[in-house]
């Protein structure tokens, strides 16, 4: 493993560096050892943002990113040669440099309304002002210039009456759409902006424990993927946690036995619905992705749509002990005849309950149990008859799944009651909005959830109460999706050299 260069008490994180030297004196005699002044735990948005906020600044410290997965250009998912999910560990989709953003639909929410909570913990306008930042680094590196979701008002008001009178709330915001393909071309380019200007990315490195002396972080322990056996120390001056949704259950075990602040957060669950083209024309010409969200009886839980891909395709992605999960994309050029898209029931749970995160996973254990390992889908008039779908029954129907592999079943046999029932009114009523959503032979997937780690408590400048420690992106609880992981990773940036 290379050596990163010592961080010097002249660099900009010497004072810092100053206060782990006893640590790293003790370790530098030990091969198993190496210093860096910035040490990223995930190379999702939040974290190479970080990185390239910094560069751009023209920060000289050190930089060492601990990725799990491959490199952008070797993420390549299997599925796409032999045609079914070969249990890649860790999956190819989620994991890698970009995170799961190189295989998602690639949208760019441009609104501080959408995409989490981090407005409450820095400041709408400051957010609103980093946005338009990170969208003008996304142009430069290739993004489309056109924004979907504007310039059509009389239309965005006819869809909002609608969904008044469903009793539903149309959240319409700017997206500027990447595409899979697009995306992964974008954050190819920044992979190689970041090795090229020094920074040292680990590939197919786990971190195992974040290093916590008294009130301080110092660093982590990583081993290559697989091999827990060959541990690496890392002492940083400062270290930046940024390892996603797929990371979230990890960091919350690191923030109870290193007694990191952090309160329980929400979880989604709910299904993935796919639907032809044709029923989702208007929203899908006017506002691309229509987010709409209610409270429908008896339950009132929040109930939203979300991730909304035109023409695109429902996707299985894998993660740490065999779960599978459902989820979708769309490319700028390839289409398909479908539209699909999220529907999420919220859980907020109190005491005593305090682990939501294992609660979902076990909800989506059970659903790939009857699915023998595969995703659910059955179709919504069969959810209603209260019966199972069979393959046969897919085979007569105008909406072909655009997952082949998924397993015509039940998915009510596996999901909450609760949440079930929500699903379905939700449904419902958003058929009143878009007619046809709701029809007998539109397809739902399961498991779709959605891991958003127990909220980290920290200060309006990224600080933990633990020195040195910083949390970013949707690993923190503040943030959902890939612009709001961008703005925090530059508003890191912001203020690591803002101390400097």
């Known amino acids: 493993?290379?050596?990163?260069?010592?961080a010097g008490a002249g660099t900009a994180a010497g004072a810092a560096a100053a206060a782990i030297a006893g640590a790293?004196?003790?370790?530098?005699?030990s091969p198993a050892c190496m210093r860096t002044d910035l040490l990223i735990i995930g190379a999702g948005p939040a974290g190479i943002f970080?990185?390239?906020?910094?560069?751009?600044?023209?920060?000289?410290?050190?930089?060492?990113?601990?990725?799990?997965g491959?490199?952008?250009e070797r993420r390549h998912c299997p599925k796409e040669q032999v045609g079914h999910c070969v249990g890649c560990d860790p999956c190819r989709i989620t994991t890698g440099f970009s995170g799961a953003g190189a295989f998602s639909d690639g949208k760019l929410s441009l609104s501080h309304e959408v995409g989490g909570d981090l407005p409450e913990l820095v400041g709408a306008d400051l957010v609103q002002a980093t946005i338009e930042r990170a969208d003008g680094i996304y142009l430069e590196l290739g993004a489309d210039p056109h924004v979907?979701?504007?310039?059509?008002r009389g239309r965005v008001a006819d869809i909002r009456r609608r969904a008044i009178q469903a009793g539903l709330k149309l959240v319409d915001c700017p997206i500027r759409h990447l595409g899979t393909e697009r995306a992964q071309q974008i954050y190819g380019r920044i992979e190689r902006l970041l090795l090229d200007a020094g920074v040292n990315i680990l590939f197919e490195h786990e971190c195992l424990e974040v290093l916590v002396e008294g009130e301080k972080c110092l660093g982590a322990v990583v081993a290559p993927t697989g091999r827990p056996q060959d541990q690496t120390r890392i002492l940083a001056a400062e270290t930046v946690v940024a390892t996603g949704r797929r990371g979230a259950l990890w960091f919350d075990e690191m923030c109870t036995e290193h007694g990191i602040s952090h309160a329980p957060g929400p979880v989604d669950l709910g299904v993935r619905v796919e639907v032809r083209n044709e029923v989702m024309e208007d929203v899908n010409n006017v506002l691309y992705e229509s987010k709409l969200v209610g409270y429908p009886p008896p339950f009132r839980n929040k109930v939203r749509t979300f991730c909304q891909?035109?023409?695109?395709?429902?996707?299985?992605?894998?993660?740490?002990?065999?779960?599978?999960?459902?989820?979708?994309?769309?490319?700028?050029?390839?289409?398909?005849?479908?539209?699909?898209?999220?529907?999420?029931?919220?859980?907020?749970?109190?005491?005593?309950?305090?682990?939501?995160?294992?609660?979902?996973?076990?909800?989506?254990?059970?659903?790939?149990?009857?699915?023998?390992g595969h995703i659910l889908v059955q179709?919504?008039?069969?959810?209603?008859?209260?019966?199972r779908t069979w393959p046969k029954e897919l085979g007569r129907s105008n909406v072909v799944p655009t997952l082949p592999d998924a397993e015509a079943g039940d998915i009510t046999a596996a999901m909450p009651y609760r949440a079930m029932c929500e699903i379905v009114e939700f449904m419902k009523a958003v058929d009143k909005v878009v007619p046809g959503f709701a029809a007998d032979e539109t397809l739902l997937y399961a498991p779709e959830l959605k891991f958003y780690s127990n909220r980290v408590a920290m200060d309006a400048h990224l600080n933990t109460n633990v020195a040195h420690l910083h949390c970013l992106g949707d690993s923190s609880g503040w943030t959902r999706g890939l612009m709001m992981s961008s703005v925090m990773g530059l508003l890191m940036a912001d203020e690591l050299t803002s101390r400097a």
């Open 50 to 68: 970080t990185a390239l906020g910094l560069l751009r600044k023209g920060d000289g410290r050190s930089i060492t990113i601990v990725e799990k």
């Open 309 to 372: 891909n035109p023409g695109g395709f429902v996707s299985q992605e894998n993660y740490d002990g065999g779960l599978a999960v459902v989820n979708g994309h769309s490319y700028k050029e390839r289409k398909s005849p479908n539209t699909n898209l999220a529907v999420l029931v919220s859980f907020n749970f109190r005491e005593p309950f305090h682990e939501p995160i294992a609660y979902a996973q076990n909800v989506g254990r059970l659903m790939n149990m009857l699915g023998a």
């Open 379 to 387: 179709r919504f008039g069969d959810v209603l008859d209260g019966k």
């Open 1 to 6: 493993m290379a050596q990163v260069q010592d």
């Open 148 to 152: 979907e979701g504007v310039g059509q």
């Open 70 to 72: 491959l490199p952008i």
């Open 24 to 29: 790293a004196a003790q370790a530098s005699a």
